[in-house]
């Protein structure tokens, strides 16, 4: 079944960047749009970035807008999340996700997605 891996968190002072992959496997994952999700202790999980499946169009929160930047391959089945000017409000566990269908204001419902990564933990320093 489809499977989603994600890589890439850690520990970063203010103002520094990590960059997020992951990685979708399995017979079904084929036209899939990717987004990324974040939870912090405590917190709604919340939305963060989405791309669509052909890569034409992505979406972000005005959390994180101007400073991450979403892309992916689509022969790999790879998302990655370049996080710059991290700021310690953006630590969190960072969930990948994947799913069909999914269009406009779609993106933003996490109920939406059909797959799901164990997520990674990013952390940012005062």
């Known amino acids: 079944q489809v499977q989603l891996v994600e890589s890439g968190g850690g520990l970063v002072q203010a103002g520094g960047s990590l960059r997020l992959s992951c990685v979708v496997s399995?017979?079904?994952?084929?036209?899939?749009?990717m987004g990324w999700f974040r939870q912090a202790p405590e917190k709604e999980r919340e939305f963060v970035s989405a791309?669509?499946?052909?890569?034409?169009?992505?979406y972000y929160s005005d959390a994180v807008k101007g400073r991450f930047t979403i892309s992916r391959e689509n022969g790999k089945n790879t998302v990655y999340l370049q996080m710059n000017n991290l700021k310690p409000e953006d630590t969190a566990v960072y969930f990948c996700?994947?799913?069909?269908?999914?269009?406009?204001?779609?993106?933003?419902?996490?109920?939406?997605?059909?797959?799901w990564g164990q997520g990674t933990q990013v952390t940012v320093s005062s």
């Open positions: 996700a994947a799913g069909s269908g999914l269009y406009g204001r779609l993106y933003f419902d996490g109920t939406e997605w059909e797959y």
């Open positions: 791309i669509n499946w052909s890569g034409g169009s992505t």
């Open positions: 399995g017979r079904a994952g084929s036209r899939y749009s």
